[in-house]
């Protein structure tokens, strides 16, 4: 119950995250900073990625509906890149990798999924035009998305795994596999 908690109030905090960040202009067409994924990217690596992949995904469904942006072609490539982002942060947290290079893959692999979400909703594939832009923004994002990242994980799991968590694996420096319930 108390894990359910948790990941309740990370996906209300990563929802507030994808609502909010509508409010700050984009370059790209369809694009977004996606600073809501820091929560996502912290799971991925303090948790792992059965749980990433949950908030991932609910995070941009309400934040979809909450935005009025659900089914439309900017939530389905949000949704897509998200996913496979957690997929690829969790994956490489197992490896010891530290924020920073899992924010910069995750990004890199979500703008890649974006794109060809995109070229397949638009029928073309010259939107890879915009691949080099993307991936320059998706470092910028990535970059702050690592830095909320290591701090909310700083904050979340010194003070308050122990309420959360029935068992803390704690600080035996495993990345991706931080807490167990």
Known sequence: MRRITFLSVLTALSSTF????????????????GFSNSVVLMIASEIGFGDALIVASA????GALFSGRFLSPSFLTGFFGAVSASLVESFLARFDFGYL????????????????????????TKTFLLFPLM?????????????????MGGIVFENYSRFFFAQKKATDGVAGDRVRS
């Open 18 to 33: 994808y609502v909010l960040e509508n409010l700050l202009p984009f370059p790209v067409p369809f694009g977004r900073w």
């Open 59 to 62: 995070k941009s469904i309400l």
């Open 101 to 124: 290079s899992l924010s910069a893959m995750g990004s890199f692999v979500n703008n890649l999924v974006q794109l060809i979400v995109i070229s397949f909703l638009v029928g073309s």
């Open 135 to 151: 991936v320059i923004l998706g470092l910028v994002s990535g970059t702050v998305n690592a830095f909320l990242a290591s701090r």
